[in-house]
């Protein structure tokens, strides 16, 4: 049982896995696009007409001929005659003769010979000049335009065929929208990765049992059912397997052969861990990559991969499984996806205790966050950026636990990582805590 | 129509909304905790056992008394009889005499009068050292333990009757676990708040129909839908109407009947928002709180409420809605959650361009990060922590666009601000952004 021969640095660990897996699961499904919200383009979006499809006012005024207005001003002002007002919603049906002018709202469509837009605030209503047999309205424009102002051209948003929405993007409310404008109700998505959950140890029981002495109640398979969920993945849970190889090789065979990918939270003690690290190896080539990182917690990590598909190993410890889970297994599941890169959600804060920590390993503290009152002394930010509401600074306080229960997370705002080349981080010390 | 006689800053004008409403909406519902991620507690959860249930070995070693280790060291041993090995997921059958220890593995249960473990690492197993005649195993002790050592007593990590998840607490992996380490199956969750969506304008088409001259299709509702959905609540969408009070009126009215919120966005001439204010004013009291705020974009929102219910108008203008959305709307269905107070995510970042904005106006620019490759020289962060990939330091671009598309949202990672007191924000300025 070769345990912990060597202890790779997280990131290389994590390389190394990822190096063995495709990128981005082979099929997709058509999927209304109202329904789309979360999951991952399967292929470029292109647009099928540009946008706008015709020429829009981007202002409330009148639609004019813009060499009608050249030189006018307050002191000398252009005269336009109105010849009427453009209905939203429908085609302009007016054509500018020479010196006329029509009303038009923000988005309507300019009318026939119209090449620009006065603002309202720009111009002034005459009524009647000519006298009572004079119904005709003149609008005195009081500041020239110029061609194309204050209106969004053909095509100036959008051009007809220009990708819209790359492949591998994670679609949110803008991205809806965006393919709604469009008129895009549907479109091929990335089917989630099925990621196969399996817990084993003999003291493990279901949660909806009655626990005797000795016996815990399974929390991995579902704190790693959430958090795949969460990461754009379907759990498949294959339940408890007691501390036996045979038993447990079967079902993570199965699993391996239904899922993309699969966990296996092992019990506590060595002798369990060593077992899934030899299930492992059984499962095919190339087995298990890496046995032991260099990380607090989860040092008996183990990483693995079987024709393609990745097969990692979790501590039965809660804990340890859940921030390892965030570690490798979200990873896992955005590579599955194609997911194109994106920044990782933080807060920055101020440190309120010395942590130390052991040369050479990475260590991943949970955190309390807490707003910072005061006025941030030693992050040497713009004043005016530190008064952001949304991005007042914290105080991050960890969260100290003799035994690496759940809860000592559940009150965590986040994770808190100690780099190997450090030996700790002092009282003060402005970190970014990574939000789980 | 008294538009904009005051622009209230944007903070001011949430707070005056959220005044307005009441903190977590009546009813909550029973739910299974496995479907129960991303929902909110509506009571406090409490402990119904400690945890553990039972003493167990934090260590694989042997469970001793503690007083037959005292003086034990490498040079003068203690020699312990074995008694036997705890087995995982059963009681200890075993009661300890004096002298003697037991087999035991991580997460095991303590044997009767034991109170302490040795790890495996400070023991050696000597076997028959009377001779054939005698079988019995002696396990050399080289270490003395305390009291407690390498064990976790009953209710060490949790007390029976102990809060675990406070009211308000959003259901994340952690919690899920923990509901199941205590074998909480279902839990009460505050039920999701339903927001109403309204469309108008006469411009616009849903996104299914084809849109002739002059028409464009709904984008609103939907990114609305997706924000609503995110932040935790039910989008109810009302479909599009004509710009027609009496038609607008009928429909807020609805919608506010059966909602615990609406949102109408207007269609994008001043004429139209003006007509969304009148309804607003007639829905009850007090009606228009916010006509207007010192922000850009969003000016023209309108925040009211009636009978306790919030009633929200945002511009027509696609980005416009979105960015206010987030603003105003996401804050408004936290309250009804009574969601507690949580970190907002966030991305430090380098501005790469110089940004201006007009004194008192609060800006919002729509970024696009990018991972920034160099070593950061302006925050002055200790190097350990500027080495932490998951929180690498990123450049923020703005994205500029003439008009305000919903595509200049679609390629953004997050929003910029620039504070009030803000005459803009300088080139190679570290900032941060609310991701999006």
Redesign the interface.
Same mark, same amino acid.
């Given at each position: 049982m070769p345990q912990f021969l060597t202890l790779l640095p997280p @990131?290389e660990a994590r390389a190394l896995l990822l190096s063995h897996l495709s990128n981005g699961t082979a099929d997709s499904a058509l999927l209304d696009?109202?329904l789309a919200?979360g999951r991952v383009t399967a292929e470029d979006i292109l647009a099928p007409h540009p946008?706008?499809?015709?020429p829009r006012s981007?202002m409330?005024g009148y639609a004019v001929r813009a060499r009608d207005t050249f030189g006018a001003s307050d002191s000398l002002p252009a005269y336009l005659t109105l010849i009427g007002e453009i +209905?939203?919603? $429908?085609?302009?049906n007016l054509t500018l003769a020479p010196a006329q002018c029509a009303s038009i %709202?923000?988005?309507?469509?300019l009318p026939i010979h119209a090449d620009a837009v006065v603002m309202l605030e720009n111009t002034q209503t005459i009524s009647g000049r000519g006298g009572s047999s004079d119904r005709s309205t003149e609008i005195e424009i009081l500041r020239a335009v110029a061609v194309g102002e204050n209106v969004?051209a053909v095509g100036?948003?959008?051009r007809a065929g220009q990708i819209?929405?790359p492949r591998g993007t994670l679609l949110?409310?803008?991205?809806?929208?965006?393919?709604?404008?469009?008129?895009?109700?549907s479109l091929r998505v990335v089917r989630k990765p099925r990621v196969g959950l399996i817990s084993s140890? =003999?003291?493990?029981?279901e949660?909806? #049992?009655?626990?005797?002495?000795? #016996?815990? /109640? =399974?929390?991995?398979a579902?704190?790693?059912?959430?958090?795949v969920?969460?990461a754009g993945g379907e759990p498949v849970r294959y339940g408890i397997v007691r @501390?036996d190889f045979s038993a447990l090789q079967a079902i993570a065979q199965k699993a391996l052969t239904e899922c993309d990918a699969i966990i296996i939270t092992a019990?506590?003690?060595?002798?369990t861990r060593d077992m899934t690290a030899d299930v492992i190896r059984s499962l095919g080539a190339p087995g298990v990559l890496v046995h032991g990182i260099n990380t607090r917690p989860g040092k008996p990590t183990i990483l693995g991969a079987a024709d393609g598909k990745a097969a990692i190993g979790l501590p039965?410890n809660?804990v340890s499984a859940?921030v390892n889970?965030y570690l490798f297994v979200v990873p896992v599941i955005e590579k599955l996806l194609g997911l194109n890169? /994106?920044?990782?959600?933080?807060?920055?804060a101020r440190l309120t205790v010395n942590l130390s920590s052991q040369a050479g390993r990475e260590d991943w503290w949970p955190v309390k966050?807490t707003?910072n009152r005061q006025p941030p002394t030693?992050? %040497?930010?713009?004043p005016?950026?530190n008064? #952001? +509401?949304?991005?007042a600074n914290?105080e991050a306080e960890p969260i100290f636990?003799?035994?690496n229960?759940?809860?000592t997370?559940?009150s965590?705002?986040?994770l808190l990582?100690? +780099?190997a @080349? $450090?030996t700790g981080?002092s009282v003060g010390?402005?970190?970014?805590?990574?939000?789980?």
């Open positions: @990131d696009s109202l919200l946008l706008p499809e015709f981007s409330d +209905p939203m919603g $429908a085609p302009a %709202h923000t988005g309507g469509m969004i100036e948003d959008v819209v929405i949110r409310e803008a991205e809806i929208g965006g393919l709604m404008a469009l008129g895009i109700t140890g =003999d003291e493990v029981i949660p909806n #049992q009655p626990a005797s002495a000795g #016996q815990v /109640r =399974d929390v991995n579902y704190t790693l059912s959430a958090l969920t969460r @501390d019990g506590s003690s060595a002798s039965g809660p859940l889970g890169p /994106r920044p990782r959600p933080t807060v920055n966050l707003a030693a992050n %040497h930010q713009p005016t950026v008064r #952001q +509401p949304p991005t914290y636990g003799k035994s229960l759940i809860f997370l559940a965590a705002d986040g990582k100690i +780099p @080349d $450090a981080l010390e402005m970190v970014e805590v990574m939000l789980v």
